[in-house]
């Protein structure tokens, strides 16, 4: 299976919301879709589903067009939607009606998920006397409910507690594991570089970073240097030419040109007798990248 | 028109719309509001049935019922002093209508009956009849701790026997005093206008404003649930996760198919429970008025509603409904919040509105020009179609021609939708405005 998306634009009046996107999804896992606000994130999933006619470009599932294929994706919305009137269990029947389920698939479906997810009481329910966590709970198994081979997941953790949010990245593993296609939008980088392979970063509609994340961090090099010793060192640091990101008491986070700046930095420290307590020199982590890459941006 | 019907018939994939008809259908029928909008639709339609028959009946009772008379009052003793000089035997008269009571001719002392009556219990009258400048005068006396002949009847049967004895003595003969004394009823009208029966006015005025009305409500009500149902998938953002298994137009489509049904359904119980009502209610108004019980003629109206143009009446009641819960249906998607319904409606408000009055007034103003425009106009005629067509106030082609018209109209409004709504059914923020919506016309 893969997922190929070509050229895409789309436009309201003047203004450009997508321009020019394109990646591919060539295997399972999870590919994370991110931006700031306003990027055009879910301008983009919603023409991926086919929710919003697009301007130009292709989206194509296995050489067909995705928008024919919408049964077949689990979609989490980042706003979240049920009717708050109607019973849990009425409006999961519904949903998967629509996607082609019998009463009876959906049903064994969603006994399952109610019972994976620990809402089985709440089944028989109105949605507006669910608490928001419980909420997102049942959307996500409206997402799960055909067992579809792509996930589109619109910030899934967002607003849930920490309880909630192990026990979505849980089940966001196990499809992982099931070999699951996920498009995943996120403003929690962490959570996203915790699954994620590739990457396309969208900044008021255009694309101003994609590929493997391994790959990207490989390419910025071992460059953040995390250190602590007993004793201030901000004035060898800035002697020895190189910038610091941010000073904590915890440490102190310095951009190092190469590897050799911070082995020179290291024997200084030595040199001096001064007792270190951290050293860590490593990638960029994917919320440095991403601050960097909007920042230029936004300079530019 | 091709290239836009095209562009439009592109767009229509309708998989999924039995679905959301079936959802659509079975939420609305577990809605409160629903149910309680049926139950008052039905009893309004069987009270005004049922009072087509109950009304007449009692009116039939009252004008059957028998006037008391003279020989039913509770009178034991009646003086008569007749100081008017008129050769007319009252005592006699009086004595032949009441059987059970004294009847006594005074010729004097009428003082002494008055103490008597001011201190008697018993039921007594003194009439007394006098002559003076002005004419004839007839005065009764009752006592005044007790209830006597309280309609006074015996004053006015005295003055009837002294009305047709003066006229006898004059020379008038029997027949001729019952001729001259019979009842003049009397009615001012205007040149030209015809005095109409309760039934003429009923059929051809209160039942066309009644019919109007009621699919005013209907077509209304309906259609106004359509956008409200759409405000609330979007509101709740439900919409956004329908979308991902179906097309907006089938969304829109099963729900405006299922109102419909509803309506339709709805529609149909009204006119049976009606039916049902008024003949019972006949049953129950003829037992009520007995052999005095007129009914209204409605033949005029029930012969109307032959099989044809039942069928036709359901034609245009559906084509009505369509046409503004398309309307509705675009309303709702222009806004994304509940707040924002009744501004977003108020066009299709107007227009309905507009539309009705235009039906209400038109059989009230019977003018052919007047009714040649509501007819044809597809804002009113869904209103007023219906009953011109059961009153046969409308030719054949007219209808036909009327019918087109609305066909017509709902094509370009469903051509219209099919090419703004997938736009505007995810529009969140601020209400769009018709001129934003041709905008989004004219770019798609």
Known sequence: MSIQVKSLVKTFGDYTAVD?????????????????????KTTAI?????????????????????ASLTSQIGYLAEERGLYPKIDVIDQLLYFAQ???????????????????LNIEEHKYKKASQLSKGNQQK???????????????????????????????????????????????????MTTVEEFCDDLVILD?????????????????????????????????????????????????????????????????????????VKYELREPSLHEIFVEKVGESIES | MKYLLKRSVSQLNLNGTGKVFKFTITQQLKSRTFRITTIVILVISILIAAS????????????????????????????????????????????????????????????????????????????????????????????????????????????????????????????????????????????????????????????????????FLLIYLYGYWVATSIVAEKSSRVMELLLTSVKPLAVVLGKLIAMGTLALTQFALLLASAGISYKISGGFANSMAGENYNPLDLSTLTDAFTPL??????????????????????????????EDMQMAVMPVNFIAIVGFYLSYFSPAVDNDVLNTIVALCPISSPFALPTMIIMDKISIGMALASILILIATIVIVLLFAARVYSSIVLHTGNRLRLKDLFSIYRQK
């Open chain 1, 138 to 188: 049942v959307q996500l198994v409206v997402a799960l409910l055909t067992d579809p081979q792509l996930l589109i997941l619109d910030e899934p953790l967002s607003g849930l507690d920490p309880v909630n949010a192990d026990q979505f990245r849980a089940v966001i593993k196990e499809e992982i594991g099931k070999g699951k296609y996920i498009i995943m939008s996120s403003h929690q």
């Open chain 2, 309 to 338: 143009n039942i069928i036709v009446v359901l034609i245009i009641f559906i084509l009505g409904y369509i046409l503004y819960a398309e309307m509705n249906a675009i309303a709702g998607a222009t806004i994304s919040s509940a």
């Open chain 1, 204 to 276: 008021k509609g255009k694309t101003i970073l994609k590929g493997n994340l391994n790959e990207i961090k490989k390419g910025y090099g071992r460059i953040n240097l995390s250190i602590k010793c007993d004793e201030d060192i901000t004035g060898m640091i800035i002697q020895s030419g190189l910038t610091i990101l941010n000073k904590t008491p915890a440490q102190t986070m310095v951009r190092v040109k190469d590897e050799e700046q911070a082995k020179m930095l290291l024997k200084k420290i030595i040199e001096n007798d001064i007792s270190l």
């Open chain 2, 52 to 215: 087509l028959n109950i009304i007449p009946a009692l009116i039939s009772k009252d004008d059957g019922e028998k006037a008391p008379t003279l020989g039913d009052i509770d009178v034991k003793e009646v003086y008569v002093l007749d100081e008017s000089g008129l050769n007319i035997d009252i005592v006699s008269a009086l004595s032949a209508e009441m059987p059970k009571a004294n009847i006594v001719k005074l010729e004097q002392d009428e003082e002494s009956i008055i103490d008597e009556l001011v201190e008697t219990t018993e039921s007594k009258i003194l009439l007394k009849l006098t002559k003076d400048e002005s004419g004839y005068s007839i005065l009764s006396i009752k006592p005044p701790n007790i209830t006597v002949d309280k309609d006074d009847l015996t004053l006015y049967y005295t003055k009837s026997i002294i009305e047709s004895g003066r006229l006898l003595n004059a020379g008038v003969s029997e027949a001729d005093v019952e001729m001259l004394l019979a009842n003049i009823s009397a009615e001012s009208i205007e040149a030209g206008e015809e005095v109409k029966s309760l039934a003429e006015i009923l059929t051809e005025i209160y039942v066309p404003m009644a019919s109007g009305i009621i699919l």
């Open chain 1, 46 to 66: 919603r023409m991926l589903l086919g929710m919003l006619t697009k301007n130009s470009g292709t989206v194509l599932w296995d050489g067909k067009p995705m």
């Open chain 1, 98 to 116: 629509l996607k082609g389920m019998s009463t009876a698939q959906a049903k064994s479906k969603i006994d399952f998920w109610f019972e994976r």
């Open chain 1, 20 to 40: 020019d996107l394109s990646f591919s999804i060539e295997k399972p896992g999870v590919f994370a879709l991110l931006g700031t606000n306003g990027a055009g």
